[in-house]
């Protein structure tokens, strides 16, 4: 009815249709309703669920593997708050142009109003993410709090119980102790006659704010990965650090502004040559400062020694908080004492001095919050890393560019790029990436994970992705081979594929027949040599002919031998078949004929493109 009036019936139509039109770009999908904690148990303990589902081969920080991990199957919708308020608003402006039965003013605020709408619509999938977000990370405390049952899953480590039950234990102390002086203070003031402690015990009393922040943080962080924390919740404390630092720069500016305001009224009094009438504190208002100053200084360092010990961040604000109340009774001390002898205005000066320290320390601490929010490399553990790495067996050398550490709550995680040589076999740098793993973590306690990345290259090209695959490489020397010299071998153990400055080389180990002479094994090994290397885009082959001191054990090998960049096949013929292989003693009675003959010769070097 407002619209006719304003518009007309013919306006407020097309406005409406519009609308509609506008509403109907914007169809966000309903996020998935928030299970319980039973249902929830349930769905992570069942592989098949519905609702956690998928096994793939996964690389975590310092180890790969196959096995069932549990991620959330349902996506998230986006929220599209801003480009629906944008799209709405140019859709609706259209009506400007439309003649308007009254005045374009009258047009914009039924348009503004219609963008309102619009953005309500959106707020409230914002409002469903949010509550989604919220009711999972609810589960996943109810899950870690479920699995330290009887019947859990997940078992917590006996160190991290231990740091959880430290953690908790001083920050209830902490509570308790604040609770008592609250009380004590305010007593004090109020039979002693101190305003300033009447202040202080109110001040004690926030404090149980930052207590109830840092057993929120230690709570949290303490819980396992899940699907949507796959490294921890380890920044929760970080959070609950930077707020503790809010809390602390708030003190200050409170410390600040009242010694301001305290001092600038003695000043003006003294000018006009008035004196600031205040009641006499009593000897009571100076022993409960002393109490408080004593109190919250042993509570302080006890919470800093747990910090340290557990590298906990909140643990440390909270300690650096406890030490701010300690700080405020030292003015309020200054105060009192000042009154009983006359000067009230150190009151004011000490509550200056003291609320720049205090503002400093927040700083401190607010700064440390934000750079582990914010993956600020952490220059002591690379440059501790890269150290241990280059002084381990194999390592040729370390990547200095791509040695990261992050810290996740009170653990570090680190990883780092090794170049080996390229030599190596496959199973070769797997234990030279373990030994630098486990290294790192036997010489730096705070690393809790360590992913190494192994390279024969110092520097990596796109162009190693286009070069054919080694299983590719490996058929064709084989038919090669079949192809070619049938008649000479018997048996070719395995095919290894390496990739050596942007170009495939080839090692072969073939058996031969024990009656050969080691001239004509020479020659049958530069046949074969020359052969593969008439492929395409092989750059050099090297060919290793196998005497078996032992004939009947050659065909008890292992069927899969393991090579380097490249696949292994059993006994067999050339082409994998089994063939009749002469079983009969070597007769070649020279001492080389014990050995591995190995023949190759340097090929001339083919440029690969």
């Avoid at 102390?173 to 004090?188: C, D, E, Q, S």
């Avoid at 949507?228 to 609950?240: I, K, Q, S, T, V």
């Avoid at 000042?338 to 009151?347: K, V």
Wanted: with cysteine; charged share 20%; glycine share 8%.
């Amino acid at each position: 009815d407002l619209g006719c009036r304003l518009m007309g019936p013919l306006q407020v139509s097309v406005l409406l249709a519009l609308l509609c039109v506008g509403l109907a770009f914007h169809s966000p999908t309903p996020f998935p309703k928030p299970r319980t904690h039973r249902a929830l148990v349930a769905a992570r303990r069942s592989a098949a669920g519905a609702w956690l589902q998928r096994g793939t081969i996964t690389a975590h920080m310092g180890h790969s593997h196959a096995h069932d991990h549990a991620v959330a199957s349902s996506s998230e919708a986006p929220i599209f708050t801003a480009g629906t308020l944008v799209r709405s608003a140019a859709v609706t402006s259209i009506l400007l142009l439309l003649p308007p039965r009254h005045s374009r003013l009258k047009m914009a605020l039924s348009i503004a109003v219609g963008c309102f709408l619009v953005a309500v619509g959106s707020g409230k999938s914002l409002v469903l993410k949010v509550r989604w977000r919220l009711s999972s990370l609810y589960s996943s405390f109810l899950a870690h709090q479920t699995s330290t049952g009887p019947s859990a899953t997940f078992v917590e480590s006996p160190e991290a119980a231990m740091s959880r039950k430290a953690a908790n234990r001083i920050t209830w102390a902490g509570v308790f102790v604040n609770l008592a002086l609250a009380g004590f203070k305010l007593a004090a003031g109020v039979f002693g006659q101190s305003a300033a402690m009447i202040a202080d015990a109110g001040h004690s009393l926030s404090d149980l704010l930052s207590d109830g922040v840092t057993l929120w943080a230690v709570r949290l962080s303490r819980l396992p990965p899940d699907s949507d924390h796959p490294y921890g919740h380890g920044r929760f404390e970080a959070l609950g650090a930077l707020a503790i630092a809010a809390l602390l720069a708030s003190t200050a500016f409170g410390f600040g502004g009242h010694a301001y305001h305290s001092l600038t009224e003695f000043s003006r009094a003294s000018a006009a040559g008035m004196d600031l009438a205040t009641s006499t504190p009593t000897l009571l208002a100076v022993a409960a400062a002393v109490v408080s100053i004593l109190s919250k200084e042993v509570l302080y360092r006890a919470t800093a020694v747990v910090g340290q010990r557990l590298n906990s961040q909140v643990l440390i604000a909270n300690a650096w908080h406890h030490r701010s109340d300690a700080f405020s009774s030292v003015v309020a001390l200054v105060g009192i004492v000042g009154a009983l002898l006359g000067q009230p205005i150190l009151d004011p000066l000490a509550g200056l001095c003291v609320a720049g320290m205090v503002a400093i320390t927040g700083l401190q601490v607010g700064w440390d919050s934000l750079t582990q929010l914010t993956d600020t490399v952490d220059d002591e553990a690379v440059k501790r890393a890269s150290e241990i790495a280059m002084n381990c067996d194999g390592v040729v050398s370390v990547d200095q560019k791509n040695v990261r550490a992050r810290r996740m709550g009170s653990d570090i995680l680190v990883d780092l790029r090794v170049q080996i040589s390229p030599h190596v076999p496959a199973s070769g740098a797997n234990q030279i990436a373990e030994a630098v793993r486990w290294r790192i973590l036997e010489s730096m306690p705070a690393v809790s994970e360590v992913l190494v990345h192994v390279v024969s290259q110092p520097q990596s090209c796109p162009m190693m992705a286009q070069l054919r695959p080694a299983e590719a490489i490996e058929a064709e020397v084989r038919s090669v081979l079949r192809n070619s010299l049938r008649k000479e071998l018997s048996t070719v153990h395995k095919v290894t594929v390496h990739y050596l400055n942007m170009q495939p080389c080839v090692e072969v180990l073939v058996d031969v027949d024990d009656d050969l002479r080691l001239a004509d094994l020479r020659q049958l090994a530069h046949r074969a040599r020359t052969a593969i290397e008439a492929i395409e885009d092989v750059a050099r082959a090297e060919v290793q002919l196998y005497l078996d001191a032992e004939p009947d054990s050659a065909t008890d090998a292992d069927p899969n031998p393991a090579g380097s960049g490249g696949s292994g096949d059993g006994e067999g013929g050339i082409d994998g078949n089994p063939t009749g292989r002469n079983n009969a003693t070597n007769t070649i009675p020279d001492e080389q004929s014990r050995r591995l003959i190995r023949a190759m010769v340097q090929p001339t070097k083919r440029e690969f493109v």
